[in-house]
């Protein structure tokens, strides 16, 4: 993954990130806008809902800055990607391109764009920038790769889409350390289980 800020005239800042997806189908993953905004984890929802075709409101708490955002979201689809402009907030659009690549997979470029707003007021509330772009690029490349490897899985999109999606980014942490646990304790068990036969069939034997 690799991310920049280009020049300040621009006032844009974005990640590019390799998925394991060809164009049509990494095009296709970002019609579900509200997972593409949960799988940031920087992000603590307190509200998502659909308010017309192609049109959101979301409250959350941006934990990179400590920021609280209630905004609209007005979703413009493309050819090859996405361009979600905000009502609210210092920053005004993000876009989602998807570009294919002549050998491989797509690669997905997110781009944060705070052109909406002159550069004194953009200075003035500095404090509001985002600075969770690096981290949702990486929840992005990650989520990417795992729904590339498990989704053949039964009920793991279910999963996904149903659990893990709705949860708080605690919450999430939570979730995950008690499936380590719970793997560690069965590996143990049968650890354990299997020294008892191996007992057991000496004193049979």
Not at 137 to 160: A, C, E, I, N
């Amino acid at each position: 993954m690799t991310e920049g800020r280009p020049q300040e005239k621009e006032d844009a800042a974005w990640v590019s990130l390799e998925t394991p997806f060809d164009a049509r189908d990494l095009r296709m993953f970002l019609d579900d806008v509200e997972r593409l905004y949960r799988i940031n984890a920087l992000l603590e929802f307190e509200e998502w809902r659909q308010t017309g075709d192609g049109q959101y409101r979301m409250k959350v708490k941006n934990l990179s800055n400590g920021k609280m955002l209630e905004t609209t979201l007005d979703v413009v689809a493309k050819n090859d990607g996405l361009t979600v402009r905000y009502s609210n907030g210092l920053r005004t659009a993000t876009m989602f391109r998807v570009e294919a690549q002549p050998h491989g997979p797509a690669k997905l470029i997110v781009t944060d764009d705070y052109t909406g707003t002159d550069l004194a007021e953009r200075e003035a509330r500095i404090g509001e920038v985002d600075k969770s772009l690096v981290q949702w690029g990486m929840g992005l490349h990650r989520y990417l790769k795992q729904w590339k490897r498990w989704s053949w899985v039964p009920g793991w999109k279910f999963y996904m889409r149903r659990v893990w999606q709705p949860m708080k980014p605690m919450g999430r942490r939570i979730a995950f350390l008690l499936v380590v646990v719970t793997a560690a304790e069965f590996v143990i068990f049968l650890f354990v289980f299997a020294i008892f036969w191996l007992e057991l069939y000496k004193y049979v034997d």
